[in-house]
C-alpha cells in the first residue's frame, strides 16, 4: 500500500501562539501520554523541518492557495507555546482560532482534532509544554494568495464545515472498534488525506456514520500522489503489519507515510494497531470509491515465472533492464527489501497517479524497529516519457494485475507537475534493451541477452556453481561502472596478459565460465556463443578500437590503500550480509530460488577470476555495492567509502573458494599482480 501523508494532513499546524500559562507543574505520568498521544497524532512530521530541531517548526508546507510554514510548537515563551494557556491550547485544537483571535488554516485538521478526548488533550498540552526542551525559532509568515490571505474567510469556512463534536463511542460496536474508529477519525487524522475532498477544500465526510459517511477514507489525489481507499483493504493482520513495519506480503510504504510510520505508526501499542485496522476492515466499499482494477492477489499466491512478455514487448525489456534485480522476474520484489509488484495496491490502482510518482523522483522505505535499514529505489526521469509509459504499462498487466495501460502523455503531466531533477548526472549512455526487438536479428540478440542475465538456468553444463553473467556485469552489462558490454566487441582481439597472447572475444567469455562460473567453455561456434558475441556486437554501437567509453569496466582504486580485514568483516556484516549471507552464501528464497550470489564457498567464483584480486573486487564494490543504498542511477549502488571497499574486497575474496586448476599457466610473460591469489 503507498499511502502519503500530505500538506492536508498536517499534525497541528498551529500559526502565531501567543499569551499566558504552561502545563510546567504536569506530572511525569501525564507527560508520557501526552508523547503517546503527540506519535499517534503524528505532530513531528510537519512541526519539524529537514535537520531542524524537534517540534520548533518551519517545515514549508505548499498548498494550492500558496505555502504555509509549520510553526514552533515547543515550550519557548517567545516564539512557541509557552505562554499558552489549555483553554487558548484547545481552542485551537479543537476549533482552530489561535491565542489572539484569528483563524488557522485547515491545512492543521483541527477537525480531526475536535474529536480528542479532553484527557488526551490535557495529555498533549503537558507533553509540548512541560516535557519538550524549548527551542527559540522564529516562524515564518505565511506565503497565500490573495484572497486566501484573507483569514476572516475562514469563519465562514468553519461555520460550513467544522463539525465541532468530541468522538462518540457506538454502543453498538466493541471496546476495539471504537477505539480504532476514535484514531482514525481524531488523533491519526487519516480522512486528511484518504477523503475525497469537495469544492471548497473541506473533507465529504469526517466519519463513516450518516449519509455522507460512504465518502469517508474512500481515497483521493493529493500532492500527486494517491492516498487509497482505506476500507476493507487488507486483513486485520496485514494493515498491523503494515503500520508497525512499513511493510506486508502486499506492499511497502512510500512517499510521506514512510515517515508516517517513521515517526507515528510503528510506536503505537499493538492494541492500537489492532483497534485501527479493526475499525477499517469493517467498513464497506464507499461510494465513488475509486477501485482497484483488480482485487488484490497475495503475492505467494502469484506463479512464480516471468510473464510471457518479458522478452518479447519493449516493456518487459525495460523491466527487464531496469526493474528485474529488485523486483525480480517473477514481481515478487525480494522480502524485508524491495516491494513485490503482484498484488501491490499501487500498481493495480486504477488510478497510476502514485505509480509515476514514485518511478519519476524514486522512493525509499520506512525507518522502523523492524527494518531499521533504509532501501531506496532511484527515480527513472532520465527515461523517455514512452520508455516510462511502456514499463509501467507491462507492469500493470503482469503478475494478475489487470490494470489499465500507462500512456506517454500521463507521464508527461505528471513530470511538469513534479519537475524531477536526476541526481546521478553520469554521462553514460545506457544502451536500451528494448531497441533489440527493431533489429533484424532481435530473436539471437535477445537470446544472447538471456544467456547473460540467466546463465546458469540456460547453460547447466558450463555453469558450475550459481553464478550468472549478471552477477558481475549489472543489468545484463548496461551499468556504468558495472562491467558494461558498451563498445566491449570493439576492443577484440586483444592482447591479455594472463594468457600472455592475444586472445578473440569468444576466448574472453570462455575465460568467464572457467574462471568466475567454475565451469566450462562454450563451443565456439555453437549457437549459445554466437548470440552471446551479438550481444556484444549489438551493444559495440559506434564504438572503434582506441576509443574511451565512459563507465567502461569497475574503474579503479589506489592500491595503495592497506586492507584491514578486521573492518571488512564487520563492513560485510552490516553492508553486504542481508543479500550474500551471513557466511557468503546467497541469497534464496523458501523454494531455493537464487536472489543474490554467493561470494565464497563451492557456488561462487573460484580464485582464477578476477573477483578474487582484492583491488578489482575493491573497485567493483566501490561503484556497485550496495544496490538501494542511495538515489544513484539505476539501482542505487554504490557508496562506500574507498577504505571500507578495500577492506570488505580483501575479506570476502580471500575466503575459501574452489580452485583453479589452470593457474600455473597465467601470466606466462608479465609480471602477476600483487593481489592475486596464487
Given at each position: 500500500?503507498?499511502?502519503?501523508q500530505?500538506?492536508?494532513?498536517?499534525?497541528?499546524?498551529?500559526?502565531a501562539?501567543?499569551e499566558p500559562?504552561?502545563g510546567a507543574?504536569?506530572?511525569?505520568?501525564?507527560?508520557a501520554?501526552?508523547?503517546?498521544v503527540?506519535?499517534?497524532?503524528?505532530c513531528?512530521a510537519c512541526h519539524t523541518?529537514?535537520n531542524g530541531?524537534?517540534m520548533?517548526?518551519g517545515l514549508?508546507?505548499?498548498?494550492?492557495?500558496?505555502t504555509?510554514?509549520?510553526?514552533?510548537?515547543?515550550a519557548?515563551?517567545e516564539?512557541?507555546i509557552g505562554k499558552y494557556s489549555?483553554e487558548?491550547?484547545e481552542?485551537?485544537?479543537?476549533?482552530?482560532?489561535?491565542?489572539?483571535?484569528?483563524?488557522?488554516?485547515?491545512?492543521?485538521?483541527?477537525p480531526?482534532?475536535?474529536?480528542?478526548?479532553d484527557?488526551?488533550?490535557?495529555?498533549?498540552y503537558?507533553y509540548?509544554?512541560?516535557?519538550?526542551?524549548a527551542?527559540?525559532q522564529?516562524?515564518?509568515?505565511?506565503?497565500?494568495?490573495?484572497?486566501?490571505?484573507?483569514?476572516?474567510?475562514l469563519?465562514?469556512?468553519?461555520w460550513?464545515?467544522?463539525?465541532?463534536?468530541?468522538?462518540?463511542p457506538?454502543?453498538?460496536?466493541?471496546?476495539?472498534?471504537?477505539?480504532?474508529?476514535?484514531?482514525?477519525q481524531g488523533?491519526g487524522?487519516?480522512?486528511?488525506?484518504?477523503?475525497?475532498?469537495g469544492?471548497a477544500f473541506?473533507?465529504?465526510?469526517?466519519?463513516?456514520?450518516?449519509?455522507?459517511?460512504?465518502?469517508?477514507l474512500a481515497?483521493e489525489?493529493?500532492?500527486?500522489?494517491r492516498?487509497?481507499?482505506?476500507?476493507n483493504l487488507?486483513?486485520?493482520?496485514d494493515?498491523?503489519?503494515?503500520?508497525?513495519?512499513?511493510?506486508?506480503?502486499?506492499?511497502?510504504?512510500?512517499g510521506n507515510m514512510?515517515?508516517?510510520?517513521?515517526?507515528?505508526?510503528q510506536?503505537?501499542?499493538d492494541?492500537?494497531?489492532?483497534?485501527?485496522?479493526t475499525?477499517?476492515k469493517?467498513?464497506?466499499?464507499g461510494?465513488n470509491?475509486?477501485?482497484m482494477s483488480s482485487k488484490p492477489?497475495?503475492?505467494?499466491?502469484?506463479?512464480?515465472k516471468a510473464?510471457?512478455?518479458?522478452?518479447?514487448?519493449r516493456?518487459?525489456?525495460g523491466?527487464?533492464?531496469?526493474?528485474?534485480d529488485c523486483?525480480r522476474?517473477?514481481?515478487?520484489?525480494?522480502k524485508?527489501?524491495?516491494?513485490?509488484?503482484?498484488?501491490?495496491?499501487?500498481?493495480?490502482s486504477?488510478?497510476?497517479?502514485?505509480?509515476l510518482?514514485?518511478?519519476?523522483?524514486?522512493?525509499?522505505?520506512?525507518?522502523t524497529?523492524?527494518h531499521?535499514?533504509?532501501?531506496?529505489m532511484?527515480?527513472?526521469?532520465?527515461?523517455?516519457d514512452?520508455?516510462?509509459?511502456?514499463?509501467l504499462?507491462?507492469v500493470?498487466?503482469?503478475?494478475?494485475?489487470?490494470?489499465?495501460?500507462?500512456?506517454?502523455?500521463?507521464v508527461?503531466?505528471?513530470?511538469?507537475?513534479?519537475n524531477?531533477?536526476p541526481v546521478d548526472?553520469s554521462?553514460f549512455d545506457?544502451?536500451?534493451?528494448a531497441d533489440?526487438l527493431a533489429?533484424?536479428?532481435a530473436?539471437?540478440?535477445?537470446?544472447?541477452?538471456?544467456l547473460?542475465l540467466?546463465t546458469k538456468a540456460?547453460?547447466?553444463?558450463?555453469?558450475?556453481n550459481?553464478l550468472?553473467?549478471?552477477s558481475?556485469?549489472?543489468?545484463?552489462?548496461?551499468?556504468?561502472?558495472g562491467?558494461p558490454f558498451?563498445g566491449?566487441?570493439a576492443?577484440?582481439?586483444?592482447?591479455?596478459?594472463?594468457?600472455g597472447?592475444?586472445?578473440?572475444l569468444?576466448?574472453?567469455i570462455?575465460g568467464c565460465f572457467?574462471?568466475?562460473?567454475n565451469?566450462k567453455?562454450?563451443?565456439?561456434?555453437?549457437?549459445?556463443?554466437?548470440?552471446m558475441?551479438?550481444?556484444?556486437d549489438?551493444?559495440?554501437?559506434e564504438?572503434?578500437?582506441?576509443?574511451?567509453?565512459a563507465g567502461?569496466?569497475v574503474?579503479k582504486?589506489?592500491?595503495?590503500?592497506?586492507?584491514?580485514?578486521?573492518n571488512?568483516?564487520?563492513?560485510?556484516?552490516?553492508?553486504?550480509?542481508v543479500c550474500?549471507?551471513?557466511?557468503?552464501?546467497?541469497l534464496k528464497?523458501?523454494?531455493g530460488t537464487p536472489v543474490?550470489p554467493?561470494?565464497?564457498?563451492?557456488q561462487s567464483f573460484n580464485?582464477?577470476?578476477g573477483?578474487?584480486?582484492?583491488?578489482?573486487?575493491?573497485?567493483?564494490?566501490?561503484?556497485n555495492?550496495?544496490i538501494?543504498?542511495?538515489?544513484k542511477?539505476p539501482?542505487g549502488?554504490?557508496g562506500?567509502?574507498?577504505?571500507?571497499?578495500?577492506d570488505?574486497?580483501?575479506?570476502?575474496?580471500h575466503?575459501?573458494?574452489?580452485?583453479f586448476?589452470?593457474?600455473?599457466k597465467d601470466?606466462p610473460k608479465?609480471?602477476?599482480?600483487?593481489?592475486a591469489?596464487?
Amino acid at each position: 500500500m503507498k499511502l502519503s501523508q500530505t500538506v492536508l494532513s498536517i499534525a497541528g499546524i498551529i500559526l502565531a501562539f501567543a499569551e499566558p500559562a504552561s502545563g510546567a507543574n504536569a506530572d511525569a505520568a501525564l507527560i508520557a501520554r501526552g508523547k503517546y498521544v503527540a506519535q499517534l497524532g503524528d505532530c513531528v512530521a510537519c512541526h519539524t523541518a529537514p535537520n531542524g530541531r524537534e517540534m520548533a517548526g518551519g517545515l514549508e508546507l505548499k498548498t494550492p492557495m500558496g505555502t504555509i510554514y509549520s510553526t514552533n510548537i515547543t515550550a519557548d515563551r517567545e516564539t512557541g507555546i509557552g505562554k499558552y494557556s489549555f483553554e487558548q491550547f484547545e481552542r485551537a485544537m479543537r476549533k482552530g482560532i489561535a491565542a489572539d483571535g484569528h483563524n488557522l488554516y485547515p491545512a492543521m485538521p483541527y477537525p480531526s482534532y475536535a474529536k480528542m478526548s479532553d484527557e488526551d488533550m490535557r495529555a498533549l498540552y503537558a507533553y509540548l509544554t512541560a516535557g519538550l526542551p524549548a527551542v527559540r525559532q522564529p516562524n515564518k509568515p505565511a506565503q497565500m494568495r490573495w484572497p486566501f490571505s484573507m483569514r476572516w474567510g475562514l469563519s465562514l469556512w468553519n461555520w460550513a464545515f467544522l463539525e465541532n463534536q468530541p468522538f462518540k463511542p457506538d454502543p453498538a460496536k466493541d471496546a476495539a472498534w471504537n477505539r480504532g474508529a476514535y484514531l482514525v477519525q481524531g488523533l491519526g487524522h487519516c480522512g486528511a488525506c484518504h477523503t475525497p475532498r469537495g469544492i471548497a477544500f473541506q473533507e465529504k465526510a469526517m466519519s463513516d456514520a450518516g449519509s455522507s459517511g460512504k465518502h469517508f477514507l474512500a481515497g483521493e489525489t493529493v500532492e500527486s500522489w494517491r492516498a487509497l481507499s482505506l476500507r476493507n483493504l487488507w486483513t486485520v493482520e496485514d494493515t498491523v503489519q503494515l503500520l508497525k513495519t512499513g511493510q506486508n506480503r502486499f506492499a511497502t510504504v512510500s512517499g510521506n507515510m514512510a515517515d508516517v510510520i517513521h515517526h507515528s505508526t510503528q510506536h503505537f501499542s499493538d492494541s492500537d494497531l489492532t483497534a485501527i485496522a479493526t475499525y477499517l476492515k469493517s467498513l464497506p466499499p464507499g461510494e465513488n470509491e475509486l477501485p482497484m482494477s483488480s482485487k488484490p492477489i497475495a503475492p505467494a499466491t502469484v506463479a512464480s515465472k516471468a510473464p510471457s512478455g518479458l522478452y518479447t514487448m519493449r516493456g518487459g525489456l525495460g523491466y527487464t533492464q531496469f526493474c528485474v534485480d529488485c523486483h525480480r522476474p517473477d514481481g515478487a520484489g525480494v522480502k524485508n527489501m524491495f516491494p513485490p509488484l503482484g498484488g501491490n495496491p499501487s500498481v493495480a490502482s486504477a488510478d497510476p497517479t502514485t505509480l509515476l510518482h514514485i518511478m519519476l523522483t524514486g522512493w525509499k522505505t520506512a525507518e522502523t524497529t523492524a527494518h531499521p535499514r533504509v532501501y531506496t529505489m532511484p527515480g527513472f526521469a532520465r527515461l523517455a516519457d514512452q520508455e516510462i509509459a511502456e514499463i509501467l504499462s507491462f507492469v500493470r498487466k503482469s503478475w494478475g494485475n489487470q490494470s489499465a495501460p500507462v500512456t506517454a502523455a500521463q507521464v508527461k503531466k505528471m513530470r511538469a507537475e513534479l519537475n524531477p531533477k536526476p541526481v546521478d548526472s553520469s554521462k553514460f549512455d545506457t544502451p536500451r534493451l528494448a531497441d533489440m526487438l527493431a533489429t533484424p536479428n532481435a530473436d539471437q540478440l535477445v537470446r544472447g541477452m538471456r544467456l547473460h542475465l540467466e546463465t546458469k538456468a540456460l547453460l547447466p553444463n558450463n555453469v558450475g556453481n550459481s553464478l550468472n553473467c549478471t552477477s558481475c556485469h549489472l543489468n545484463s552489462g548496461t551499468v556504468a561502472d558495472g562491467s558494461p558490454f558498451v563498445g566491449v566487441s570493439a576492443f577484440f582481439p586483444s592482447y591479455a596478459p594472463r594468457a600472455g597472447k592475444i586472445i578473440t572475444l569468444e576466448e574472453r567469455i570462455n575465460g568467464c565460465f572457467k574462471r568466475s562460473m567454475n565451469g566450462k567453455p562454450i563451443p565456439a561456434d555453437s549457437a549459445e556463443m554466437k548470440a552471446m558475441v551479438a550481444y556484444f556486437d549489438w551493444m559495440k554501437r559506434e564504438t572503434k578500437p582506441g576509443d574511451k567509453v565512459a563507465g567502461r569496466g569497475v574503474g579503479k582504486i589506489d592500491p595503495a590503500i592497506k586492507p584491514n580485514v578486521e573492518n571488512g568483516k564487520q563492513v560485510y556484516a552490516k553492508q553486504c550480509a542481508v543479500c550474500h549471507g551471513e557466511n557468503g552464501e546467497g541469497l534464496k528464497r523458501e523454494d531455493g530460488t537464487p536472489v543474490f550470489p554467493p561470494l565464497w564457498g563451492d557456488q561462487s567464483f573460484n580464485i582464477g577470476a578476477g573477483m578474487a584480486r582484492t583491488y578489482t573486487a575493491a573497485a567493483f564494490v566501490k561503484r556497485n555495492m550496495p544496490i538501494g543504498f542511495h538515489d544513484k542511477f539505476p539501482l542505487g549502488q554504490g557508496g562506500l567509502s574507498d577504505q571500507d571497499a578495500v577492506d570488505v574486497a580483501e575479506y570476502f575474496s580471500h575466503q575459501p573458494r574452489p580452485d583453479f586448476p589452470d593457474k600455473v599457466k597465467d601470466w606466462p610473460k608479465d609480471k602477476k599482480p600483487a593481489d592475486a591469489r596464487y
